[in-house]
């Protein structure tokens, strides 16, 4: 069956994600996928997957080791903070996000094994900001159908390869039957 909107009956959770319908104007958000970092009581936060800049993590921070990654703009918020996922279950103070993907951390121990020389491709991932939502207002705008809720495994999250809409394309046709559609409409509907 073809899907012409969100399902409102998905539930954001930890470790979830969530994509934008078609349409979203919005400049943050349309056509994104936004992993859940937390979501609770107080409200839930996460970053956007897809949003690349074309600034390098030694622009920010010019007293690390060369570092090769790509940043992305995790949400309008806080966006002078630096924030990062990662694969290293032994990261000290590390929150779990899912199992073998954690948030954060003490940095000094990430700074020291880049000055290592520790490989950390794939397993380390750098936002600039975040993405936050009030109690209950994901709730509501998953409610309203801007918003489908997915799962995506780690090395799908950690990756930087894929390029902004296409990342969005592939985890919306990935959710079977019917949303192939979706993955392929114009942004502007006028143009169909």
């Known amino acids: 069956m073809i899907q012409f909107t969100p399902s409102s009956n998905g ?41 690349f800049i074309e600034v390098g993590l030694n622009e920010l921070l010019d007293d690390l080791p060369k ?3 790509r940043l992305s703009l995790g949400g309008p918020v806080k966006n002078s903070n630096l924030y990062y996922l990662h694969t290293l279950d032994d990261a000290p103070e590390a929150i779990v996000v899912k199992p073998g993907l954690f948030m954060g951390g003490d940095f000094d121990w990430v700074r020291s094994l880049l000055e290592a020389g ?13 993405a936050g939502w009030t109690p209950g207002q994901l709730e509501e705008e998953i409610k309203s159908h801007s918003w489908f809720v997915t ?3 780690i090395e799908t999250i950690m990756s930087t390869d894929t390029e902004d809409e296409e990342f969005w394309k592939a985890l919306i046709s990935e959710m079977g039957a019917g949303f192939e559609h979706i993955a392929n409409a114009p942004a502007d509907p006028s143009m169909n």
């Open 151 to 153: 799962s995506a495994d």
């Open 11 to 51: 539930k954001p959770e930890t470790g979830k994600i969530i994509l934008s319908e078609p349409f979203m104007a919005d400049p943050h958000f349309g056509r994104k996928a936004i992993l859940i970092c937390e979501h609770n009581e107080e409200g839930s936060f996460g970053f956007v997957l897809n949003n």
């Open 118 to 130: 520790q490989q950390l491709e794939g397993k380390l991932r750098f936002f600039i900001g975040y």
């Open 67 to 69: 570092v090769q990654c």
